[in-house]
């Protein structure tokens, strides 16, 4: 056991410093609502990969190797996260837009911007993590 968790340790460093759509989210997260709404965001990420990892352990081998092979699957993800990406710029453009047209001060915006949704938060590191099919083949 002592070998498994030794052989484990480079890969836990080499996960903590790659890229990917969660990264930069989760930095935006801490930039603009703060330290504790980016921890909320991170245990929902957490809790995907917590799912995914008892999928892979509890899944049959030619599951996951069916899984692997197709790329409908791998369509499938990629036209839920452009969906994700499409509501979000949406719902961004359309927040600012009422900005504008309303003339507010800049605390109203500043205001408007930090409003926390801790709940919200988690869902959204949950299913931005979930909807990641390459999660899923790594674990």
């Known amino acids: 056991m002592i070998e498994d968790i030794l052989s484990g340790i480079p890969l836990g460093i080499f996960l903590s410093f790659m890229v990917g759509p969660v990264f930069f989210v989760l930095l935006e997260t801490s930039a603009l609502k703060g330290f504790r709404a980016a921890l909320v965001f991170d245990m929902g990420v957490v809790l995907a990969d917590i799912v995914f990892i008892s999928i892979a352990y509890f899944s049959s081998y030619r599951l996951i190797q069916s899984i692997q092979n197709d790329p409908a699957i791998y369509i499938f993800g990629g036209i839920l996260m452009l969906t994700y990406g499409m509501i ?3 719902k961004n453009k359309r927040t600012s837009k009422s900005l504008e047209e309303n003339q507010t001060n800049f605390e109203e915006i500043d205001e408007e911007i930090r409003k926390k949704n801790y709940l ?5 590191g949950f299913l931005l993590n979930f909807i990641n099919v390459g999660v899923l083949l790594f674990w």
Do not use: C, H, P, T
């Not at 919200?120 to 959204?124: Q, R, Y």
């Open 120 to 124: 919200g938060l988690f869902l959204k």
């Open 88 to 90: 979000s710029f949406i």
